[in-house]
């Protein structure tokens, strides 16, 4: 098996890892008392994304894919910082967190410059790369206001850290759809389950807001 060929394969198996746990995180979130299922199963879905995150970037680049490079920035940034939202409960903004924020920064700024590029060529998934360099810039703008003024806490930390793990995921399962699956035009499918999904997790984090369970979501 060929070096591309092998991390393929490690590849795959972290976002299946990631997608599996994913499901399990999000069902012990509604259900009671399955707090501790949710902590575990949040370990071995970071653990999926990393090894997704550490398997793409040397792929796009023994295949040069400046495409697979960014988006593989854009959904381990939503997976880190949602990992840090989770493990610093004091909400503080340390080093780290401002180096996160500031590459996902400068690469939505790339990806939104990507995706023009590709319009102008007359390719239509310029689209896919500018919505989801959008989101990055939001995502990663919104962290540099919030460690300025102290970070997020309480209620607005734990809503923040659902927003960017279920971001993470919905880029792990658009992943996963665009690989087994195929419709014209292919843009449909890259940006079908963040239209699905954006809405869910709007509606999840007003509940977190509110202070609210968040049982019957399912």
């Known amino acids: 098996m060929t070096l ?20 399990v995180a999000i069902i012990s979130k509604i259900v009671d008392g399955a ?10 879905y970071f653990a999926g994304m990393v090894t997704v995150f550490l398997t793409a970037i040397p792929m796009a680049i023994l295949k040069p894919n400046p ?13 880190l910082s949602g990992w840090r939202l989770a493990k610093n409960r004091a909400g ?13 920064a400068i690469t939505s700024v790339s990806m939104v410059a990507f995706g023009l590029y590709w319009l102008l ?9 500018i919505v989801f360099g959008a989101i990055g810039a939001a995502f990663s703008l919104a962290d540099i206001r919030t460690f300025r003024t102290g970070g997020l806490r309480g209620k607005e930390r734990i809503a923040s850290h659902l927003q960017r793990m279920m971001g993470a995921t919905i880029a792990t399962l658009t992943a996963f759809i665009v690989t087994n ?19 869910i997790i709007t509606i999840w984090s007003r509940k977190i807001m509110a202070g609210r ?6």
């Open 4 to 23: 591309y060929g092998s991390l393929l394969f490690i590849h795959i198996a972290g976002g299946f890892a990631a997608l599996f746990s994913a499901s």
């Open 35 to 44: 707090h501790k299922w949710h902590i575990y199963s949040g370990r071995v």
């Open 67 to 79: 495409f697979l490079f960014m988006i593989a920035i854009f959904s381990f940034y939503l997976a």
């Open 92 to 104: 503080t903004p340390q080093t780290v967190d401002w180096i996160i924020a500031g590459i996902m």
């Open 121 to 129: 060529g007359g390719e239509s998934m310029g689209i896919t790369i």
């Open 181 to 199: 699956f195929y419709i014209e035009p292919i843009v449909i499918l890259w940006l079908a389950p963040t239209a699905v999904i954006t809405p």
């Open 213 to 218: 369970r968040l049982k019957g979501m399912a």
